[in-house]
């Protein structure tokens, strides 16, 4: 009769002792295997994107305290909750100064480990309906023991698309080591930077969380999403707590910005359903953007380039920026192509008595936050990066933004030109529909000379919301070992797909081999 192999799986006592429990075995000839659990510890930390963090409100003097605001358990539970929401409402809930993260989300189930046990490691912070499904496979992945000559890791000695195979060394080496999946959730409202701070913060608790139990634990390795590639660089370059980490590995990150931050607050998010749910129009978009560093970091940087923003008449162009996003796009104040109409920052402001002041904390933000951010992080990568993009013409992506003029249908009298397109950038709004088409005043004020242009829709690859002209900066700067571009990625669901799931396997076992000169490598 076969000798069937009953695997007992372990378990880590507070202590640091490791414990094997098992029911009465059944009355067949099968041998109970325990295999041992190392005692060395790298902890994978998955970084969210804007938008995947559950937040809640903060502040003594809030009405609202401890009440969660932003919980992103389900598509249903965050339209439900914010698809009828007006401008006010949302900057007034959406304040990153009376917010924090929520670690009360739901948790998956899927995994071995109780409740208890991943909510101390941060799944608890990061919205299930978006990395759910991602944490308990990424978990199981990489803590297989008992299944190592068949699992994920063994398969990737075959090869992974496009970036090749893993050798046997590298696999067995990563067996060597406990990996278990941490989230660190983030105010996405604040500035990245705070952001960065909150995330050294966490790893330093998890890192000790080992250390007390008599484990060997001194570095970790980022999965990032999105704008979690930003926390991530600043944490990392910024801040310099690079030799905190082995390496980090990014998904779909805005590296240099992306320009669909600046569409999105002038017309909208596009899609119905999204769209009602994250902002519908510019009203809704601007009273928060308006407010919160986080979101306004996504804005092109100077690194993303010239010229991304386009007027046109059909024949003739007109770029922005020249030299300065910043000045020239992002503080164009009562520019009607400018990034923020002053009148929609403070919705409850129905009088407009507090223009001045509300532009001038917005500015504020370009000038001292948002534009010192960018900087920081410029043309900054871990020195062990791995990155993938998605660069597909099914996900047509604003790499640029273009306003396009539309005759007016009123012209019939001749006497009465177009206005030139070099004088179109100073003329007055007459109308803002919110939703990506402008109407500006005329020759001599008369509405029948009037100008319309209109917002074009995207016509670069991408992921629909990362350009990969974006996506694809981290290739070729310092440190950056691999930025693979694929197509089929959807911005939201990137980590949802196999192929990118096998590509974060793989790289975490190539950033694992960097565990040599420092105490965590074995000396065979």
């Keep these: 009769m076969t000798n069937l192999e009953r695997v007992i799986p372990g378990r880590l006592a507070d202590d640091g002792s490791v414990h094997y429990s098992s029911t009465t075995s059944a009355p067949d000839e099968s041998t109970a295997v325990c295999y041992m659990i190392p005692d060395r510890v790298i902890p994978i930390i998955f970084v969210p994107g804007v938008m995947g963090s ?122 060597r080591y406990q990996l278990p999946v941490h989230a660190v959730g983030y105010n996405w409202l604040k500035s990245n930077a705070d952001s960065a701070l909150q995330l050294h913060e966490k790893i330093e608790e998890f890192k000790d969380f080992y250390k007390q139990r008599n484990l060997i634990c001194e570095k970790v390795i980022m999965v990032t999403h999105s704008m979690g590639g930003l926390v991530a660089r600043h944490y990392s370059e910024a801040k310099g707590y690079g030799d905190n980490a082995l390496g980090i590995v990014h998904g779909v990150m805005p590296a240099t910005g992306a320009a669909a931050a600046y569409k999105r607050v002038k017309s909208g998010t596009e899609g119905f359903l999204t769209g009602k749910v994250l902002g519908p129009d510019a009203a809704t978009m601007t009273a928060v953007f308006a407010q919160s560093p986080g979101p306004l970091q996504l804005l092109p940087s100077v690194d993303y380039g010239m010229g991304w923003l386009k007027i046109s008449d059909g024949k003739n162009l007109m770029t922005f920026p020249k030299t300065s996003p910043y000045r020239e796009i992002y503080l164009a104040r009562g520019k009607w192509w400018g990034l923020a109409d002053e009148r929609l920052i403070n919705p409850a402001d129905q009088k407009k008595v507090g223009l001045d002041q509300g532009w001038g904390r917005y500015a504020e933000l370009i000038l001292n936050i948002v534009m010192p951010f960018h900087d920081q992080i410029s043309l900054k990568y871990h020195r062990s990066t791995y990155a993938f993009y998605g660069d597909d013409e099914k996900f047509k992506t ?7 003029r539309k005759a007016s249908s009123f012209w019939r009298d001749r006497s009465y030109s177009m206005v030139p397109l070099s004088d179109v950038q100073n003329s007055k709004l007459m109308k803002d529909s919110g939703t990506g088409e402008i109407t500006l005043e005329g020759q001599d004020g008369h509405w029948w000379s009037s100008d319309s242009f209109q917002l074009q829709c995207a016509e670069e690859t991408g992921d629909g919301t990362v350009p990969a002209l974006s996506g694809r900066a981290p290739g070729g700067q310092s440190g950056v070992s691999v930025c693979k571009a694929y197509s089929g990625i959807d911005h939201e669901g990137a980590y949802k797909n196999k192929v990118q799931q096998l590509f974060t396997v793989w790289a975490l076992v190539k950033i694992l081999q960097n565990v040599k000169g420092t105490q965590l490598e074995y000396s065979f």
């Design 54 to 175: 559950h937040l809640i409100a903060t502040g003594a003097d809030n009405p609202n305290e401890d009440e969660p605001v932003w919980l992103c358990n389900s598509p249903l539970r965050v339209a439900t909750a914010w698809m009828f929401r007006g401008a006010e409402t949302r900057k007034q809930k959406l304040d990153p100064d009376a917010t924090g993260v929520y670690d009360g989300g739901k948790i998956p189930s899927g995994t071995p480990h109780t409740e208890e046990e991943l909510r101390r490691r941060g799944w608890g912070t990061v919205g299930k309906m978006s990395y759910g499904s991602f944490l308990v496979w990424l978990e199981n992945a990489l803590n297989d023991s008992e299944h190592a000559h068949e699992g994920t890791r063994a398969r990737l000695m075959e090869g992974t698309p496009d970036v090749g195979q893993l050798t046997y060394d590298e696999v067995a080496l990563s067996y």
């Design 398 to 404: 604003w790499g640029t933004v273009t306003w396009k």
